[in-house]
């Protein structure tokens, strides 16, 4: 059996993890202190992976950084950095798609926290930044956790935008769920058995983990 | 001097109300803010800590002005040194005792001594969680006090107390205030509650 699928996956799951968590704490944060109407605009469009069919999220992720136009030229001339078809592209598409996953959680976790933990933080001459540094994360442990383990079990699940802006490649963008598909389609369905239980096995353990760390109350896993 | 005119609209659940002060402060004095539930007495504290922002007026703390509506000077809460006793005490759970007063000061010596002052030296490595309901207001004084402030805003800071502790503590905290020219603002539901203590009243209808 090739394990090459598995380690890809679970390679892009774990930076995609990493990479969210330094992206989405600060977001999850920006997003917490105060309302306006672009901050409702912006929370929309990063939540829209929750319900937009990942094939379109995926199609237009190939049309943007598509090397013939666009993003994609500039990158291409520019930098030699091609997104599409490539192992960098699955990162950059895995952090759009999960990102309502990091964000979420940790938006709403910080919003159920007491003003007045805030409050008292800014009386003792504290920054904003050190309030949320010192204060406000570690008051949000267990929902940062559940985010985290959230990320990498949606990215392990993804399939649509992993097809479209990666495709079929061995050992560089065919990740275990493409594994799975393309098994079946040769009609090899041992292979796809042992690709989907293994899936199936690393999931459900992390699932299982989240549970047991949040004392065995089954969280909602946006929040 | 504390120089406070404010008009700040108050959204209680029997429709608007409009809380108003005028009034000046001495430096170093305790004063008593007394009133029933719902007039403000809380929000009038957070007002003058930076925490909430007045509609109207000015406030002038020692020729400094912290806030003024028409002149649009509003000095963020960071700047303001104000010490607060949150009525539901606002302590940091994932900080023990002493990680509270530590995050507010460097003080090694100050910190020891508050320790002291709130008879939490046996207890500065728990938690919030792990101490009593009264243990609890008592850090949060000291958390307040940690930053010697100039002004220090206290919301019902004894209600948790038993007559010994508070009786005590508080003998304790006016010779500090003394020794600090801290001047002190203290919300109280009882009429006689501090008596002895305080200088002043101001009552909020």
């Avoid at chain 1, 990158?75 to 950095?81: K, P």
């Avoid at chain 1, 061995?170 to 594994?179: D, E, L, Q, Y």
């Avoid at chain 1, 699932?207 to 896993?221: E, L």
Wanted: glycine share 6%; with cysteine.
């Amino acid at each position: 059996m090739d394990v090459s699928p598995i380690w890809l996956t679970l390679k892009l799951a774990g930076i995609t993890t990493l990479l969210l968590l330094v992206i989405g704490l600060p977001f999850a944060w920006w997003l917490f202190r105060g309302r306006s109407f672009f901050k409702i605009v912006v929370e929309a469009i990063i939540t829209m992976p929750l319900v937009l069919p990942p094939s379109v999220l995926g199609f237009y992720l190939l049309l943007a950084f598509s090397p013939q136009h666009g993003i994609g030229k500039w990158l291409q001339q520019e930098f030699d950095i091609q997104f599409v078809f490539s192992f960098p592209g699955l990162v950059l598409a895995s952090v759009i798609y999960s990102m309502p996953f990091m964000v979420g959680p940790v938006k709403s976790a910080l919003q159920q926290l007491p003003s007045a933990l805030a409050e008292a933080s800014y009386t003792l001459g504290k920054t904003e930044w050190q309030t949320f540094r010192y204060v406000l994360l570690p008051n949000i442990k267990p929902s940062l956790l559940t985010a985290a383990v959230l990320t990498f079990a949606h990215t392990l699940g993804e399939f649509g935008v992993v097809l479209m802006i990666g495709g079929n490649i061995p050992g560089v963008t065919r990740v275990a769920s493409i594994a799975v598909y393309d098994s079946v389609e040769r009609q090899d369905y041992d292979m796809a058995n042992n690709y989907s239980l293994i899936l199936f096995a690393i999931t459900f353990v992390l699932v299982i983990a989240v549970f047991v760390f949040n004392k065995y109350q089954a969280k909602s896993p946006l929040g | 001097m504390i120089t406070i005119a404010i008009e700040k609209k108050l959204n209680a659940y029997h429709g608007q109300q409009l809380l108003q002060v005028n009034r000046q402060f001495e430096s170093g004095s305790i004063t008593k803010i007394y009133g029933p539930s719902g007039v403000g007495k809380t929000t009038f504290l957070k007002v003058v800590a930076g925490l909430l922002m007045p509609e109207k007026g000015s406030i002038v703390v020692d020729s400094v002005t912290w806030f003024n509506a028409d002149a649009k000077i509003n000095l963020p809460a960071q700047k303001r040194n104000t010490g607060f006793v949150f009525q539901q005490y606002a302590l940091f759970p994932n900080m023990t005792v002493r990680q509270h007063l530590e995050y507010a000061t460097d003080d090694e010596l100050w910190i020891k001594r508050l320790l002291l002052l709130g008879k939490l030296d046996a207890l500065e490595q728990c938690k919030p969680e792990y101490l009593s309901g009264g243990q609890q207001q008592r850090l949060a004084i000291l958390r307040a006090l940690a930053t010697k402030p100039k002004l220090l805003l206290m919301d019902e800071p004894f209600s948790a107390l038993d007559y010994k502790m508070k009786t005590e503590l508080i003998a304790e905290l006016q010779a500090l205030f003394k020794e600090l020219d801290t001047t002190t603002f203290i919300v109280s539901h009882y009429p006689h509650e501090l008596d002895g203590l305080t200088d002043e009243v101001l009552s909020f209808e």
